[in-house]
């Protein structure tokens, strides 16, 4: 079993300390936190039409308790966070993880095409997830007052827009903040359904999992259908994974198992409790689980809890954004680091405001929290069946598990998985359709943008000089040698740069001290000190320099040029010059991708962070020099 917390960087192991459970809190669990505002009551909505009975609240119930047991506690928390990439979770982390357990190439690009389609829908997950929890919440209101109807889109508006435009101050800035407020949620989500359990004990035999059999069993296609809105009492599961870089698995762990699970298990059936004894309550059980003095407290601190759900989806998306552009699937993007202790607390500014753009469109498109929630479900079950497959190749190979123990932990969790996601399916007509189209589109840049980029380097590798015959030339030829160092940024290692080659054409020198930087990007989160550079002198004067990142690290090229002196290469700053080639992508006579993927991959290129600025090279020190690639 892998040993996550001990693999971090520098060996060391994160403490554990209040400040990071309440972080967690704050982070990790908002999303599924927020859940019992609408899940109980969307999926009793489907029998609702002669008047909910006594064993169809209990039945429902039963499914929604073991839902949270089979789905979070027994796959995520107890089998999935150990699936981790030293540290870090996430679909691409184990999609990394799962690539070194196939030994053939066709196998390790069905395994990436599986992790790609279940970052696509994460992400999609992450735009409906702010739109449908703050609506949820504005949704109280109306309770108090109908009066208050028409302020529900106009606040929702703006509480989502406040809470995009702080993201710029970091997940464990928010995570302090949001904490407490989660605390006092999840304290007051117990209170209140304990409370009516008290009053109603009868709810309890919904623990058994025997009636949610028997709502199955005498159901069928009906109950199957439910189960399209029982799984939103889950959604979040995958943020416990997607955000473990950031806090660690210990925290993640020991939050849920002793207060979130209660929290929610304990509310969960106080509304079915209240539906016992009043089925009219179906008009909004969790706010007429409060008497009418709390009404209006709980609407403001439902509202900060949907906000604070939000930041787990966010966070995440974070994450796997950073991921996805190291990995090679999306260009560079601008990574702001918000923290100086952790690594993996990020704000993208870029991902911030196209989620902000994509959430603002839905809340004004859907209008409620009932007509988004059919567009919910299915990205977050898509992503739990990704996540599955990709486990149970992670377990046999990597964790040595026989095929008999993988089979009986992993089938049945991978049915359920397929049971929540067929029924999603059938949703498609009223909004599933949503999270689909989000997710094929991100599914068509990544691919484009991983198909582009390996169609430039392999037109390089056509075009260019192999690097042993030009050294082998370079004695014999007559290129003068100028002061300074030359900086060429490269990745291929083993070809000239397209900008010596210009370089040498137009000004016709070569500086006495060359470097070509090849920046590699590794399938584990962080690379350590020792394995980070790798130098090698070719000739005089010149060296090849191949600089090591893990999918979770930012590149710091000069940083990493002046430590090289341990290794007796000589770097001053001040000398250097840094020489990038700007490629033009222009279709070939006979073009190898399609009209509208060149398009879309010119597009993005365009928009690509430049490199000068990824990289952190002083634009002062940059020269660029433009080269036209056919593909």
Same mark, same amino acid.
């Given at each position: 079993?892998?040993?996550?917390?001990?693999?971090?960087?520098?060996?060391?192991?994160?403490?554990?300390?209040?400040?990071?459970?309440?972080?967690?809190?704050?982070?990790?669990?908002?999303?599924?936190?927020?859940?019992?505002?609408?899940?109980?009551?969307?999926?009793?909505?489907?029998?609702?039409?002669?008047?909910?009975?006594?064993?169809?609240?209990?039945?429902?119930?039963?499914?929604?308790?073991?839902?949270?047991?089979?789905?979070?506690?027994?796959?995520?928390?107890?089998?999935?966070?150990?699936?981790?990439?030293?540290?870090?979770?996430?679909?691409?982390?184990?999609?990394?993880?799962?690539?070194?357990?196939?030994?053939?190439?066709?196998?390790?690009?069905?395994?990436?095409?599986?992790?790609?389609?279940?970052?696509?829908?994460?992400?999609?997950?992450?735009?409906?997830?702010?739109?449908?929890?703050?609506?949820?919440?504005?949704?109280?209101?109306?309770?108090?007052?109908?009066?208050?109807?028409?302020?529900?889109?106009?606040?929702?508006?703006?509480?989502?827009?406040?809470?995009?435009?702080?993201?710029?101050?970091?997940?464990?800035?928010?995570?302090?903040?949001?904490?407490?407020?989660?605390?006092?949620?999840?304290?007051?989500?117990g209170v209140l359904g304990l409370i009516e359990v008290i009053r109603e004990p009868e709810v309890l035999v919904a623990i058994s999992p025997h009636h949610a059999v028997a709502f199955c069993i005498e159901y069928r296609?009906?109950?199957?259908?439910?189960?399209?809105?029982?799984?939103?009492?889950?959604?979040?599961?995958?943020?416990?994974?997607?955000?473990?870089?950031?806090?660690?698995?210990?925290?993640?762990?020991?939050?849920?198992?002793?207060?979130?699970?209660?929290?929610?298990?304990?509310?969960?059936?106080?509304?079915?409790?209240?539906?016992?004894?009043?089925?009219?309550?179906?008009?909004?059980?969790?706010?007429?689980?409060?008497?009418?003095?709390?009404?209006?407290?709980?609407?403001?601190?439902?509202?900060?809890?949907?906000?604070?759900?939000?930041?787990?989806?966010?966070?995440?998306?974070?994450?796997?954004?950073?991921?996805?552009?190291?990995?090679?699937?999306?260009?560079?993007?601008?990574?702001?680091?918000?923290?100086?202790?952790?690594?993996?607390?990020?704000?993208?500014?870029?991902?911030?405001?196209?989620?902000?753009?994509?959430? /603002?469109?839905?809340? *004004? @498109?859907?209008?409620?929290?009932?007509?988004?929630?059919?567009?919910? &479900? +299915? %990205? $977050?079950?898509? !992503?739990?069946?990704?996540?599955?497959?990709?486990?149970?190749?992670?377990?046999?190979?990597?964790?040595?598990?026989?095929?008999?123990?993988?089979?009986?932990?992993?089938?049945?969790?991978?049915?359920?998985?397929?049971?929540?996601?067929?029924?999603?399916?059938?949703?498609?007509?009223?909004?599933?359709?949503?999270?689909?189209?989000?997710?094929?589109?991100?599914?068509?840049?990544?691919?484009?943008?991983?198909?582009?980029?390996?169609?430039?380097?392999?037109?390089?590798?056509?075009?260019?000089?192999? /690097?042993?015959?030009? *050294? @082998?030339?370079?004695?014999?030829?007559?290129?003068?040698?100028?002061? &300074? +160092? %030359? $900086?060429?940024? !490269?990745?291929?290692?083993?070809?000239?740069?397209?900008?010596?080659?210009?370089?040498?054409?137009?000004?016709?020198?070569?500086?006495?001290?060359?470097?070509?930087?090849?920046?590699?990007?590794?399938?584990?989160?962080?690379?350590?000190?020792?394995?980070?550079?790798?130098?090698?002198?070719?000739?005089?004067?010149?060296?090849?320099?191949?600089?090591?990142?893990?999918?979770?690290?930012?590149?710091?090229?000069?940083?990493?040029?002046?430590?090289?002196?341990?290794?007796?290469?000589?770097?001053?700053?001040?000398?250097?010059?840094?020489?990038?080639?700007?490629?033009?992508?222009?279709?070939?006579?006979?073009?190898?991708?399609?009209?509208?993927?060149?398009?879309?991959?010119?597009?993005?290129?365009?928009?690509?962070?430049?490199?000068?600025?990824?990289?952190?090279?002083?634009?002062?020190?940059?020269?660029?020099?433009?080269?036209?690639?056919?593909?």
């Amino acid at each position: 079993m892998s040993k996550p917390e001990a693999d971090l960087p520098h060996g060391k192991v994160r403490p554990l300390t209040s400040a990071a459970l309440l972080g967690v809190l704050g982070v990790v669990y908002g999303d599924i936190g927020t859940s019992p505002l609408y899940a109980l009551r969307a999926a009793l909505l489907h029998f609702s039409a002669d008047g909910v009975e006594r064993w169809e609240i209990l039945g429902i119930l039963s499914l929604i308790v073991w839902a949270l047991i089979l789905t979070v506690t027994v796959k995520y928390v107890f089998f999935v966070l150990r699936a981790d990439n030293r540290g870090e979770g996430g679909i691409l982390a184990l999609m990394a993880l799962a690539q070194r357990c196939v030994g053939t190439e066709r196998g390790r690009w069905i395994v990436a095409i599986i992790g790609i389609v279940g970052a696509c829908l994460f992400f999609a997950d992450g735009t409906i997830t702010p739109a449908i929890s703050v609506l949820s919440a504005m949704e109280g209101l109306k309770i108090i007052s109908p009066q208050f109807e028409a302020v529900i889109i106009p606040g929702s508006v703006v509480v989502l827009v406040l809470l995009f435009l702080v993201q710029y101050r970091g997940t464990g800035s928010m995570g302090a903040i949001f904490g407490p407020i989660m605390t006092l949620w999840f304290v007051s989500l117990g209170v209140l359904g304990l409370i009516e359990v008290i009053r109603e004990p009868e709810v309890l035999v919904a623990i058994s999992p025997h009636h949610a059999v028997a709502f199955c069993i005498e159901y069928r296609m009906a109950a199957f259908i439910a189960f399209g809105s029982v799984v939103l009492a889950v959604t979040g599961a995958e943020a416990l994974y997607a955000d473990m870089g950031h806090f660690g698995r210990r925290p993640i762990e020991l939050a849920w198992l002793f207060l979130v699970l209660p929290g929610l298990a304990l509310n969960y059936l106080g509304q079915g409790a209240l539906l016992l004894s009043n089925p009219a309550a179906l008009e909004n059980p969790f706010f007429l689980l409060a008497p009418d003095w709390l009404r209006l407290p709980l609407v403001v601190l439902a509202t900060a809890a949907t906000v604070i759900a939000s930041q787990s989806m966010i966070s995440g998306a974070y994450s796997i954004a950073r991921q996805c552009v190291q990995l090679g699937f999306l260009p560079r993007l601008v990574v702001k680091h918000t923290s100086a202790e952790e690594e993996g607390q990020i704000y993208l500014p870029q991902i911030n405001f196209a989620l902000l753009a994509g959430v /603002l469109v839905l809340v *004004l @498109a859907f209008h409620t929290s009932d007509a988004l929630a059919a567009a919910y &479900g +299915i %990205a $977050v079950t898509g !992503t739990f069946v990704c996540t599955s497959i990709l486990a149970v190749l992670v377990f046999r190979v990597q964790f040595k598990w026989p095929v008999a123990k993988v089979a009986a932990v992993f089938v049945p969790l991978f049915l359920l998985d397929l049971a929540f996601f067929a029924s999603n399916l059938l949703k498609i007509p009223e909004g599933g359709w949503v999270p689909l189209v989000l997710g094929a589109a991100m599914f068509g840049l990544m691919t484009t943008w991983n198909r582009g980029r390996g169609l430039l380097f392999a037109r390089f590798r056509q075009d260019s000089l192999p /690097l042993k015959s030009f *050294l @082998a030339r370079l004695p014999q030829s007559r290129t003068i040698r100028v002061p &300074g +160092i %030359a $900086v060429f940024m !490269t990745g291929q290692a083993d070809y000239v740069p397209g900008a010596l080659l210009h370089n040498l054409k137009h000004n016709k020198v070569l500086h006495e001290r060359v470097l070509f930087v090849t920046v590699l990007t590794e399938d584990i989160p962080e690379v350590s000190a020792a394995r980070r550079r790798e130098v090698s002198e070719l000739a005089p004067g010149i060296h090849r320099v191949i600089l090591r990142y893990g999918f979770h690290e930012s590149p710091h090229i000069p940083r990493e040029l002046e430590s090289l002196r341990e290794a007796g290469v000589e770097f001053e700053q001040m000398q250097a010059s840094y020489f990038l080639g700007r490629e033009t992508v222009v279709a070939a006579v006979v073009p190898k991708m399609s009209r509208w993927r060149q398009w879309v991959f010119t597009l993005m290129s365009r928009n690509a962070v430049p490199a000068t600025e990824f990289f952190r090279i002083p634009s002062d020190r940059v020269v660029e020099l433009g080269v036209r690639v056919a593909i």
